[in-house]
């Protein structure tokens, strides 16, 4: 039954996206649990790595005993049960919606409305995105697909398999605060450290897997293999995050392409290495190849797990 409400949610996500209303779980933590909280222990003065952990507890916490206690409640009605699963799970998968975000921005590059590109790629980066050359945006989109397969589709469909809906939406609200509050800022260094700490433990099995996942899918775009198993093995960990880099290596390698390299994160030029520093310069192509590849790796990890599920 699990198998069949997590495959029925990744076919709702992939075709009908998410809806933007207020009412979304997802939004829900963000808006009515981490704004929220985050003000007020900033207000009693526990910006704190005590006040970061508090945070991390109740917003982990309170999701899951909300879903606990429906999922008890429903018990005895096997279809609400059903669809109330359904519905968390198509929440906290972003399979449409990651498409559609990098298809606007290469859309608008090669309409050659590099402002509109931009616009598009800021709303879902964290970098500056107002002085990005083209080159540059269409690094950034690619960077995008590698990172967000294994955030919004890979790790929520680990948990779902691990743990059904009441893991996926724990998974979710850490993944949601680290976002919000995982900077390695003055402002956010000590509140944020717990969550970004636990979004890097929960997303350690799911990077990994999405790295083999992406070089699996993109085996027959590779002409020599061993190259670029070499690549990712040796690039894989020149990124800050311990995580992202995984994907973002394997896309570079399997694409052939140059990712990486220094920002601008709110005002602040962070230097990086780049990944794969004798790839080619990314195009616009490039972004549909890298969404080609990331949807047959979605569909590869669907269908792993399902299989690991039922002989189990």
Partial sequence: MSSLIIGLAFLLDLFMGDPAYSF???????NGL???????LRRY?????GGGFVLLLLTAGI???VVLGINHLLQSWPVLYFLFNLYIIYSCLAVRDLHD?????????????????????GAVVGRETKALEPEAVARAGVETLAENLSDGIIAPLFFAFL?????????KAVNTMDSMVGYKNEAYRKIGFFPAKCDDLLNFIPARLSMLLILLAGTRRVKDRPAAWRITMQDRKRHASPNAGHPEAAMAAVLNLKLGGPNRYHGILVEKPFINAQGNSVTPEDIRSAWHISFAAALLALLFFTLIRLCF
Avoid: F, Q, S, W
Avoid at 34 to 40: A, F, G, L, V
Avoid at 45 to 49: E, Q, S, W
């Fill in 101 to 121: 975000h990098v298809e606007k921005v290469r859309l608008a590059l090669e309409d050659n409305d590099l402002d509109l590109a931009r616009k598009c790629l």
């Fill in 24 to 30: 979304h779980p997802v939004r829900l933590i963000g």
């Fill in 45 to 49: 003065g526990l910006a704190t790595y």
């Fill in 34 to 40: 981490i704004t929220p909280m985050e003000k007020r």
């Fill in 163 to 171: 743990g059904g809906a009441p893991l996926v939406i724990l998974y």
């Fill in 63 to 65: 999701p899951v005993a």
